[in-house]
């Protein structure tokens, strides 16, 4: 007999994760793999990449490290290729790397900008044009992009990021409308604060930096990674099958005031 929990459960699937030797894309990977998924963990930093994997077999499930650069567009049919190599398929994108440069607009360069939208934007159409068609095969695909509260409202000091991560909810919603009907959903993660290496030395050095976030959540505290994996591993699963095209907020209720 079937259990409740059964639509929740990610057994049979593989999933990539971009980014997967972060703070968010290793707990992610993790989350994956403990709700029975194989996954795939994509960057640059094979050490980092192997600490994930190592966590992702603990949970006994195959791990694949899968060095490569988001950017490149070359180095992404690559990681596709490894990935069907390895797995057979690949169900499940999370658009997870980013990178952010936070300066005045008048102090961004180019290059800071262009980082930023390379990895973030540029990168998330590159892998989601390689793995789509390969979910679209199977009827069955689930592309998670990792957007931000700056998916929707503007701050000072994050001009390129803030374009980036709102270009990516809508690049999401648009890939919705092409994907739906071969059963690939695509849903943006607009997450707050997330305490990571990325900020962890920031948040105890300048704490007043991360004042009005905390003003304005409704929970009164900053964003831990597993408060957004629970979220990521529901949108990959069979449960949210008619859930597409949105930018769900993981904030503490910060978007709501
Ligand atoms: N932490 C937060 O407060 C927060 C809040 C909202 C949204 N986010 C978003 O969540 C995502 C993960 O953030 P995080 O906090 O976990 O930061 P992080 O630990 O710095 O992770 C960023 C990841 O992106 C990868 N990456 C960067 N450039 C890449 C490239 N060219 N090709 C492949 N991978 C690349 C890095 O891997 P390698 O260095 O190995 O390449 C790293 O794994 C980002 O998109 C970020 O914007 C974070």
């Avoid at 490290?65 to 990681?79: C, M, R």
């Avoid at 990935?83 to 008048?106: E, Y």
């Avoid at 991560?165 to 059963?183: D, Q, S, V, Y």
Wanted: aromatic share 6%; with cysteine; charged share 20%.
């Amino acid at each position: 007999m079937a259990t409740y929990s059964e639509p929740f459960r990610l057994d049979g699937l593989a999933a990539v994760v971009t980014g997967g030797s972060g703070g968010i894309g290793s707990a992610a990977a993790e989350a994956l793999a403990a709700a029975g998924a194989d996954v795939a963990v994509l960057g640059r930093n094979r050490e980092k990449l192997e600490r994930t994997a190592q966590a992702i077999e603990a949970a006994g499930r195959r791990a694949l490290i899968v060095e490569a650069d988001v950017t490149d567009e070359s180095s992404v049919a690559a990681a596709r290729d490894a990935v069907l190599a390895a797995f057979g398929r690949a169900d499940i994108l999370f658009n997870n790397a980013g990178v952010t440069s936070p300066k005045l607009l008048a102090e961004t360069t180019l290059a800071d900008w262009q980082s930023v939208v390379d990895v973030s934007l540029t990168g998330a159409f590159l892998c989601s044009r390689a793995f789509a068609p390969v979910m679209s095969e199977r009827s069955y695909g689930r592309i998670l992009n990792m957007g931000s509260i700056l998916s929707g409202r503007g701050m000072a000091n994050r001009t390129a990021y803030c374009a980036a991560k709102a270009g990516l909810a809508n690049f999401g919603a648009a890939m919705a409308f092409e994907l739906g009907k071969h059963g690939v959903t695509v849903n943006t993660i607009g997450a707050t604060v997330i305490v990571t290496d990325l900020n962890r030395e920031l948040i105890r050095t300048q704490p007043q930096l991360y004042d009005k976030v905390l003003q304005r959540s409704a929970i009164g505290r900053l964003g831990e990674v597993e408060d957004v994996t629970g979220l990521i591993v529901f949108l990959a699963s069979r449960a949210a099958s008619y859930i597409t095209g949105q930018t769900i907020y993981v904030d503490g209720g910060y978007t709501a005031g």
